[in-house]
């Protein structure tokens, strides 16, 4: 070496000074190598793996040309450089090699620089790590020939004047190009900037700044958020893995073969043991049968096993490789900041070191932290990326899956099972995956400091261990014992979130009764029993909490006591503790993390089981359904065979029928005789036996029960297809739809709720024909298109859609009926039975045949009136008849009408009968589309009134108000607070008290050496640190008890407030708020504020005085520290407001984009057989994975939000840890080891604490958020006060009068007004009748009299009174309705019938006799104590309907209201009602608001409302003599004069 360089190599005695230098001939070589060997190791691979994945060419952009001229700059200085050293002038002795091997080398490095700069061009992302990282090692090792050539300049300026500038330059030149590839250059194809950032701009994730930026300017929408790239996508991670998940779960599916035959094999070869004569005994027999079941449930429990791991890992290895690696450097570089700690403190105490060795110190102690910083980060980036593609991966798998399931396999799931597997099994997954790698490292970390901490302090460290793993336990049985109380409480929750939800369901009738106040108190009593367990909880977590502080307090006492007393000769010095405690606080991680990953692992151990389960689930098997193009007939069946479950015998059997195109064939047949099976079928929905079905061309379905998506009335029609006017406005006609277009708000653009919430029965039938009709397809099945719609409706449909002059005549028809009036239109008739077919044939034929057919129908006209229609009497015979075709709904006339009938009847009877002719209506209403259509543009922005029944939910954007922080502090209490602060405070005063005589005791070991150290001063030593210790735990204890007891407080007032704001709330609140939206404050918000925000405020507080506390130690060792702080906490905050302002929305992005997957999934899994049917599954897929995309992109922004801050906040901690080193380095001379060891180990730690400031804050102002919701409805306007000052007489209203004076009224103030001006006078006893049309206001009258409503004008006047004047409930509690729809609570019957306890047993007896109910009850093995359930679903509709006779029976109010109260019961019971209400109500005066004419025949007057205004008020005889419309009524409903009201 000594020849090639003409100079020393190596001398340690350039280092042996106070100016160090390295000899000029190792710059010259090694370092010189090191850059150069690491290029040209991985520039062949970086080519060849540009030329593997290249895509199309890049524009060429200013910094790469900037970038080509800089290295063509730098191989012309290494030219010159070559040519200089050939020319000079040697003198005495020859040119040393090193000077023209070195340009030689550097010519060919740039050359192959230039090249593979050129080829970044193909790729992506243009700045390659490589090159990057290259251009840094070469700078570095470059710094060293540097310094050194401009020391030598100094000193003797001649000396290689022109080499050193040509070094110079080229130094130059190569700081420029690392300079420009730090910039990212974006390519034009790709819109995520991720992927074309360049290396620096990656590992410090500068690339989101532009996002960050844009979120604090302005909240986040989702177009804000840059879209995932193409390879996390969920279409291409479905297909990556399905790839591997194939032949896996082919494997696993044959190993499951395997066991199956295994353990058929074993019971046969014991049953084959036995002898012949035994076998036929019957035990024997018995047994095989018990053994085949036994081994039939085994074969359904089995299923294929894990598979699912193997195809995950498959897809993910890279990634997962690649982050194992960036912690395995992490993880070893952790190791390294406490040997220089001990090395620093070795260099203060040691006055002779040099400088220059402290500065590269703490300089390798920043550059350690910093490399240590970017592989965590990248780690965790890679990580929960990886998390999210597995969810991603496994939502999507999920939902193809559902789409293709067999119906077997899916009936053994319920719609909220398949939804959790999306929602809570991916999500474990996804936590697992982002943790896996601690399984090892958290080892790795525990022997390395165990390793490192043994050579400090030898054995007495398993002490110190001891204590930590003897702590596990402990915390694992608290947490256990937790999670038990945790159970109960979900247990109250649950009751207590039912009874808000029957509350909000029945609000109605509390209000009406004025019952409110019992409920609360249920609530209230409910309430008190969780709050008390959450206290439990609370005290738990209190000691768990102080047991983990504590933890290394009483490490560092019990490891240093053992230390100092096992042995006279070892004395604690700086070095060792505080190398020790920094060792410790490494190993308090792992230790409480190992547990942690090990339960998520065993969870999710579960999870992937189930999704095993549900993915390896058999497919629908449709080989038996042909499809065909050429075939002369429409369908064809060939002695097929289908059945529901394999192991059942079959439902269709042995049926053959060819059905011609273009024929109308209707199917009928009795309750059960398979009419829905056959066509299930034919859709290939069941499983095939034997024999197949051909289908010629494609099919579109309307099922019985209709399906409906959640949006617009125009999409549900258009099902995905082009829309296309005419067409449209032609089905919406033909399917009567266009009269509920007028009524529902918004027209055809109105939108429909979840499951079709807000349409009748009716109306999403006929929705659900439209979209079929709409659909071009060649065959329509119809199962019972005409059941839910009422008769003359369905005349309407047969004649203008399936009919023979309908608009889908000429097409294939197949038609699911029971009603006999069409069948003589219909082509061909299948007569089925029992599964099979019993005749077929057209309806002459079969009347000439004879059959069975002709019988039923004989008999069904014999009972039926004169237009064919089926009267109620019917003789029960046919229903007992095997065949017999029993009359459905539309056969019966509307008084026995099932509620659903009974709206769309009057929606009917509105249109067809109101005084303008049907046509013009019609018409307007196209008009006003195609209006609408013009306009859509305009209109866009403002919505039709009311078209939005639901006002969207108030979503926060920006900060949570301060004044919310105030109000839940102000709910703890004001001195609570005061003193859980200064108890803290007092802890961290105990913490620096404890560090500062560590650090005295350490400076023992300077003044006594080891055989003169006294005893007492030990023992003093030892005791008042582990004093110190045992304070610090007491104070925290305090405080978090303190703590807990006050946020249980404010639990408890924040929930009370809420409640009975609620309650008080007007009716009008309710109409306009979905009840999922208040039920959700009670449960989610609620449980926000009790379990999460009081953890997450008491952390930030912690966090805070731990942060506070070291700086004050760092500023008590060198003040000059102070000034350093103030810019460092300035960046601090700036990225914590930057960032918290852009997670925040994230935060809410993510869980308002994750919502519409879940919803999405359940629809399709309800609408499966439609979607089969229209063969609409691929574009069902789309719309899921553009669902899954945008949830991904919110989910993968939010992760990197997390990383772009840990990043910036690691730096300023890694920037805390090198001021304070270098400052210890340069006051050197006045501080000893002890301080530094002090200030370094706690400066080591800020940067952890310094980042989970920012996440508790974050976290603190997402929980506080619920404070803000709830505070929302706490400020919820209230109705009028309960009770007020002005009272009236505890008897009134005795005469029951009243007076409506010019009363008006409206729903919302922005709506029109309902009541138009009402007078007239209701003497005492009167009966009096309310009649009208649908909308006219009947139902109005009773709110008003309630004050349901308030008045809008004019007053109400009970016994003169006006009731506007007194309290609502003196009001409500002397007035008694019969409601429309009977509302009961969970709860006993006597709570239901009085839940204040007023009365007695025999009161309440006698009241259930009056209402025919006392035999039921008396018959109850409870009575009274009897448990109605939920909604009082055990009890049938007309016993709900008495039981709230008997409520008013009990109540005796002088004035009782009747709300259409018997539309929902038999005749029977109706006339029962009747009975008890002419002979009990005889002295009170009684409104009844009819639907049956005939009930209020023999009112006293009739009150006949259209529009909001009386037009008719008399006597019944007046009103049917002159013809007014009261008469037309009667007419139509066949009552001739008022005697005529029998039936």
Known sequence: MEQYCNSTFWNSSFLDRPEADLPLCFEQTVLVWIPLGFFWLFAPWQLFSVFRSRTKKSSITKFYIAKQVSVVFLLILAAIDLSLALTEDPGQATVAPVRYTNPILYMCTWLLVLVVQHSRQWCVQKNSWFLSTFWILSLFCGTFQFQTLIRALLQDSKSNMAYSCLYFVSYGFQLIILILSAFSESSDSSQNPSSTASFLSSITFSW???????????????????????????????????????????????????????????????????????????????????????????????????????????????????????????DILLFLSPQLLKYLIAFVKDPGTYPWVGYICAILMFAVAAIQSFCLQGYFQMCFMLGMSVRTTVIASVYKKALTLSNLTRRQYTI????????????????????????????????????????????????????????????????????????????????????????????KILKYFAWEPSFQEQVHGLRKKELKNLLRFGQMQTVMIFTLQLTPVLVSVVTFSVYVLVSSSNILDAEKAFTSITLFNILRFPLTMLPMVITSMLQASVSVDRIEKYLGGDDLDTSAIRRVNNFDKAVQFSEASFTWDRDMEATIRDVSLDIKPGHLVAVVGTVGSGKSSLISAMLGEMENV????????????????????????????????????????????????????????????????????????????????????????????????????????????????????????GKTRILVTHSIHFLPQVDEIVVLGNGTILEKGSYQDLLDKKGVFAKNLKRFIKHSGPEGEATVNDDSEEEDDGCGLIPTMEEIPEDAASLTM?????????????????????????????????????????????????????????????????????????????????????????????????????????????????????DTRIGVFGALGVIQGLLLFIASIWSVYGCNHASKTLHSQLLSNILRAPMSFFDTTPTGRIVNRFAGDISNVDDMLPVSLRSWVLCLFGIISTLVMICMATPVFAIIIIPLSIIYISVQVFYVATSRQLRRLDSVTKSPIYSHFSETVSGLPVIRAFDHQQRFLTCNESRVNTNQKCVFSWITSNRWLAIRLELVGNLVVFCSALLLVIYKNSLTGDTVGFVLSNALNITQTLNWLVRMTSEAETNIVAVERINEYIKVENEAPWVTEKRPPADWPRRGEIQFNNYQVRYRPELD??????????????????????????????????????????????????????????????????????????????????????????????????????????????GLDHEVSEGGDNLSIGQRQLLCLGRAVLRKSKILVLDEATAAVDLGTDSLIQTTIRSEFSQCTVITIAHRLHTIMDSDKIMVLDNGKIVEYGSPEELLSNSGPFYLMAKEAGIENVNNTEL
Request: with cysteine; aromatic share 8%; net charge positive.
């Open 208 to 330: 989101f700044d532009s996002t960050v930026l844009k979120g604090y300017k302005h909240p986040l929408t989702v177009e804000d958020i840059w879209e995932v790239d193409e390879g996390v996508t969920a279409q291409s991670l479905v297909s990556k893995l399905e790839s591997f998940m194939t032949k896996d779960l082919q494997k696993a599916k044959q190993a499951l073969q395997r066991r199956r035959q295994k353990s058929q094999r074993n019971p046969e070869a014991a049953l084959h043991g036995l002898d012949k004569n035994q076998s036929q005994s019957q035990d024997v027999l018995v047994l095989e049968d018990t053994k085949k079941k036994k081994k039939k449930s085994e074969t359904t429990k089995d299923f294929p096993k894990s598979w699912l791991v193997k195809a995950l890992f498959k897809t993910f290895y890279v990634v997962f490789l690649k982050s194992l690696i960036l912690k395995l450097i992490h």
């Open 416 to 507: 909220g099972e398949t939804v959790n597997l999306m929602s809570v099994d991916s999500q474990k997954l996804m936590d697992v995956t982002n943790y896996i790698h601690l399984v090892w490292s958290s080892v790795l970390q525990i022997t390395l400091s165990i390793f490192f901490l043994w050579r400090e302090l030898g054995p007495s460290v398993l002490a110190g261990i001891g204590v930590m793993v003897l702590l596990i336990p402990i915390n694992g049985l608290l947490a256990g014992k937790g999670r038990k109380i945790q159970v109960k409480n979900m247990k109250y929750k649950d009751k207590r979130l039912k009874i808000m939800n029957e509350i909000l369901n029945g609000i």
């Open 690 to 809: 034997h024999g197949h079905v051909t289908i010629k061309g494609t099919t579109a379905y309307v099922p019985q029960q209709s399906w409906i998506q959640n949006g617009t009335i125009k999409d549900n029609v258009l099902f995905g297809s082009e829309f296309n006017e005419k067409k449209y406005q032609q089905v919406l006609e033909a399917c009567a739809l266009l009269p509920d277009l007028e009524i529902l708000p918004g027209g055809d653009m109105a939108e429909i709720g979840e499951k079709g919430i807000n349409l009748s029965g009716g109306q999403k039938q006929r929705v659900s024909l439209a979209r079929a009709a709409y659909q071009d397809a060649d065959i329509y099945i119809l199962d019972d298109p005409l059941s839910a719609v009422d008769a003359h409706v369905g005349k309407h449909i047969f004649n203008k859609v399936v009919g023979p002059q309908g608009l889908l005549n």
């Open 902 to 1018: 009974k709206r769309e009847n009057s929606l009917r009877r509105t249109l067809s009968r109101s005084s303008r002719s049907s046509s013009r209506h019609v018409k307007s209403l196209k008009n006003s589309l195609k209006i609408k259509n013009v306009n859509a543009l305009k209109k866009e922005e403002e919505l039709v009134k009311g078209q939005k029944l639901i006002k969207k939910e108030f979503v926060e954007s920006g900060k949570v108000k301060f004044s919310i922080y105030l109000k839940y502090l102000q709910a703890i209490g004001w001195w609570s607070i005061f003193f859980i602060i200064l108890i803290y405070a007092l802890n961290f005063v105990a913490y620096i008290g404890s560090n500062l005589w560590l650090s005295a005791w350490t400076r023992d070991a300077e003044k006594y050496n080891s055989t003169n150290y006294p005893p007492s001063q030990r």
């Open 1313 to 1422: 007004l309902v009541l138009k001006g009402i007078t007239c006078n209701i003497k005492s006893t009167e009966k009096i009748g309310v009649v009208g049309r649908t909308g006219a206001g009947k139902s109005s009258l009773t709110n008003c009299l309630f004050r349901i409503l308030e008045s809008a004008g004019g007053q109400i006047l009970i016994d003169g009174i006006d009731i506007a004047s007194i309290g609502l409930h003196d009001l409500r509690g002397k007035l008694t309705i019969i409601p429309q729809d009977p509302i009961l609570f969970s709860g006993s019957l006597r709570m239901n019938l009085d839940p204040f306890n007023k009365y007695s047993d025999e009161e309440i007896w006698k009241a259930l006799e009056l209402a025919h109910l006392k035999s039921f009850v008396s018959g109850l093995p409870l």
